[in-house]
Nanobody
Framework: QVQLVESGGGLKQTGDSLRLSCAAS????????LAWFRQAPGKEREFVAA????????AYEDSVKDRYTISRDNAKNTVDLQMNSLEPEDAAVYYC???????????????????WGQGTQVTVSS
């Protein structure tokens, strides 16, 4: 059974940092592409960041690319998202996602990801 479990969400203030983690089990993690998406209340789910299977290519949504960093540890089957300089607009439920369709392309298309976590809430107060 494939499982993705996010952790690390919480309440932060503007300007704070937060690190999210996602642990995967039940599949061959090392050949997958990994990503983070987020969804704020009343909004569509949006792409945040992605990393290819070998970590050599990444992609970021424009509003986070200078503040967020995605990383992965294939030995531990984890993918992290380091978020710095948090803004109220960053508040959302954050989801990790895993796919195999294009392992060498850090795609932002949700349909390219086969497995999703349940999400972790990030709240940012101004």
């Amino acid at each position: 059974q494939v499982q993705l479990v996010e952790s690390g969400g919480g309440l932060k203030q503007t300007g704070d940092s937060l690190r999210l983690s996602c642990a995967a089990s039940g599949l061959d993690f090392s050949t997958s592409i990994l990503a983070w998406f987020r969804q704020a209340p009343g909004k569509e789910r949006e792409f945040v960041a992605a990393m290819t299977w070998n970590g050599k290519r990444t992609a970021y949504e424009d509003s986070v690319k200078d503040r967020y960093t995605i990383s992965r540890d294939n030995a531990k089957n984890t993918v992290d998202l380091q978020m710095n300089s948090l803004e109220p607009e960053d508040a959302a439920v954050y989801y990790c996602a895993l796919g195999f369709r294009h392992p060498a392309i850090p795609t932002s298309t949700p349909e390219d990801y086969h497995y999703w976590g349940q999400g972790t809430q990030v709240t940012v107060s101004s």
